[in-house]
């Protein structure tokens, strides 16, 4: 069936400027205006499973936005720092906002680290405060959406982590009981075997023991499940080969990190030697930091941490990068449900969105910290509501502050 276009042009259709208001194209054409301008930022850190830096940028006009930095002890220090470059400015320009803080703290070096950070945080909020001033949720900001939920897995632990069992037993629990279909294991984890850990090198004992529990897990909830497995920069090129081919028959969803994040040259040819997916990208800043890993498929899986990366849109076009060669996009995520949202925001915004991770399900509280239902059943909804569609419960915020905070002003 044809397009109507006579309909899609018809200048007095009623969609045309539904929108629009005339304020809000005013205010996003003519910043001369100057309508809402930033007044304040603060930030308020919680003690969770890592410490979560959240950030709150406040206007004159009482809107306020909400956003989360990596953890990282030093970024509400900088973003203390930042808050002066930001007053008086239109919150709109998220772009050239982030690009000015880069430019200014060029010097406290901007390329990746805490900075780039503190950056993330600030830029998340600017996209939570946009949504808001011009009543869209957050991914409009970024093009609008693929899709309306987006897929959530579980990173997985167990006191006895080395238990080719015991690990069994949890995947089966966080599967029938949490109601995941996707999983993550840690495979850096002591085998018995081990004569010298600092030079990098697999022995093949050490190598059998992390299939079994490769082979352990898969078996019982590989129907049912995708499983991960996370070795955490830990092995040598030569090592890792051995591990990812080692590992090919049982087809798990990604091997993570297996080698140290500097050499990009050792990356890829881990990555080209083995058909195991390798994902890797945490550990690395900006679109820059991930150019050689994408461009030179050093990676099967790109794994950006959005609050960590640059942020929404940094993460964004990290993706779009990616895309080039039809790499999806796994987003590594430790945050509290606020940074956690903005990254689903991004996997509704993104073709090429594989899941986004959840890093605390033995916590107990990370959902109170908002006042929304957020993971249900393995999946995020991606939010309608204005921003990022979380509302922070300020109560809960103020019972598991890091010690000695101050609790940022309300909205
Ligand atoms: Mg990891």
Same mark, same amino acid.
């Given at each position: 069936?044809?397009?109507?276009?006579?309909?899609?042009?018809?200048?007095?259709?009623?969609?045309?400027?539904?929108?629009? /208001?005339?304020?809000?194209?005013?205010?996003?054409?003519? @910043?001369?205006?100057?309508?809402?301008?930033? =007044?304040?930022?603060?930030?308020?850190?919680?003690?969770?499973?890592?410490?979560?830096?959240?950030?709150?940028?406040?206007?004159?006009?009482?809107?306020?936005? =909400?956003?989360?930095?990596?953890?990282?002890?030093?970024?509400?220090?900088?973003?203390? @720092?930042?808050?002066?470059?930001?007053?008086?400015?239109?919150?709109?320009?998220?772009?050239?906002?982030? #690009?000015?803080?880069?430019?200014?703290?060029?010097?406290?070096?901007?390329?990746?680290?805490? =900075? %780039?950070?503190?950056?993330?945080?600030?830029?998340?909020?600017?996209?939570?405060?946009?949504?808001?001033?011009?009543?869209?949720?957050?991914?409009?900001?970024?093009?609008?959406?693929?899709?309306?939920?987006?897929?959530?897995?579980?990173?997985?632990?167990?006191?006895?982590?080395?238990?080719?069992?015991?690990?069994?037993?949890?995947?089966?629990?966080?599967?029938?009981?949490?109601?995941?279909?996707?999983?993550?294991?840690?495979?850096?984890?002591?085998?018995?075997?081990?004569?010298?850990?600092?030079?990098?090198?697999?022995?093949?004992?050490?190598? &059998?023991?992390?299939?079994?529990?490769?082979?352990?897990?898969?078996?019982?909830?590989?129907?049912?499940?995708?499983?991960?497995?996370?070795?955490?920069?830990?092995?040598?090129?030569? /090592?890792?080969?051995?591990?990812?081919?080692? +590992?090919?028959?049982?087809?798990?969803?990604?091997?993570?990190?297996?080698?140290?994040?500097?050499?990009?040259?050792?990356? @890829? #040819?881990? =990555?080209?030697?083995?058909?195991?997916?390798?994902?890797?990208?945490?550990?690395?800043?900006?679109?820059?930091?991930?150019?050689?890993?994408?461009? &030179?498929?050093?990676?099967?899986?790109?794994?950006?941490?959005?609050?960590?990366?640059?942020?929404?849109? &940094?993460?964004?076009?990290?993706?779009?990068?990616?895309?080039?060669?039809?790499?999806?996009?796994?987003?590594?995520?430790?945050?509290?449900?606020?940074?956690?949202?903005?990254?689903?925001?991004?996997?509704?915004?993104?073709?090429?969105?594989?899941?986004?991770?959840?890093?605390?399900?033995?916590?107990?509280?990370?959902?109170?910290?908002? #006042?929304?239902?957020?993971? #249900?059943?393995?999946?995020?909804?991606?939010?309608?509501?204005?921003?990022?569609?979380?509302?922070?419960?300020?109560?809960?915020?103020?019972?598991?502050? %890091?010690?000695?905070?101050? +609790?940022?002003?309300?909205?």
């Amino acid at each position: 069936m044809g397009v109507d276009y006579t309909q899609l042009h018809d200048p007095n259709a009623e969609y045309t400027m539904r929108n629009l /208001s005339a304020e809000s194209m005013q205010l996003t054409r003519d @910043r001369g205006d100057r309508e809402i301008e930033i =007044t304040d930022v603060q930030t308020t850190m919680v003690d969770g499973n890592f410490p979560w830096t959240l950030v709150r940028i406040y206007t004159d006009a009482g809107i306020v936005g =909400t956003g989360e930095a990596y953890w990282g002890a030093g970024a509400p220090e900088l973003i203390e @720092r930042m808050g002066p470059f930001l007053q008086g400015e239109n919150p709109l320009d998220i772009d050239r906002l982030t #690009e000015h803080l880069v430019q200014k703290m060029s010097g406290e070096g901007s390329i990746g680290g805490v =900075t %780039v950070t503190a950056i993330s945080g600030i830029e998340v909020a600017l996209h939570d405060l946009a949504g808001k001033i011009l009543d869209v949720p957050a991914y409009q900001l970024l093009g609008g959406k693929f899709r309306d939920e987006v897929r959530v897995y579980c990173d997985c632990h167990t006191e006895e982590e080395a238990d080719p069992i015991a690990c069994a037993d949890e995947a089966e629990r966080v599967v029938e009981e949490l109601g995941y279909d996707a999983l993550k294991f840690d495979l850096d984890v002591p085998s018995g075997h081990e004569k010298d850990r600092a030079n990098r090198h697999l022995r093949k004992p050490e190598i &059998e023991h992390k299939a079994s529990i490769v082979e352990a897990v898969t078996e019982r909830v590989g129907s049912r499940a995708d499983v991960a497995f996370d070795c955490h920069w830990t092995f040598s090129g030569g /090592s890792a080969k051995r591990l990812a081919k080692r +590992l090919e028959e049982y087809d798990i969803w990604w091997l993570e990190d297996p080698v140290p994040p500097e050499n990009h040259d050792v990356q @890829r #040819e881990v =990555t080209q030697s083995s058909v195991t997916p390798i994902a890797a990208g945490e550990n690395v800043y900006r679109t820059h930091g991930q150019r050689r890993l994408i461009d &030179e498929q050093a990676v099967d899986i790109i794994a950006p941490d959005m609050p960590k990366v640059g942020g929404m849109r &940094e993460t964004r076009k990290i993706a779009d990068l990616a895309d080039l060669y039809y790499m999806p996009v796994a987003m590594h995520n430790v945050a509290s449900p606020v940074a956690t949202m903005g990254s689903v925001h991004v996997g509704a915004a993104i073709s090429n969105a594989l899941a986004v991770e959840y890093h605390s399900y033995d916590l107990g509280w990370w959902e109170d910290l908002v #006042e929304e239902d957020v993971i #249900e059943d393995g999946y995020i909804q991606v939010p309608e509501e204005p921003g990022l569609g979380v509302t922070l419960d300020m109560d809960a915020v103020e019972e598991h502050m %890091v010690e000695g905070e101050e +609790l940022f002003d309300e909205a």
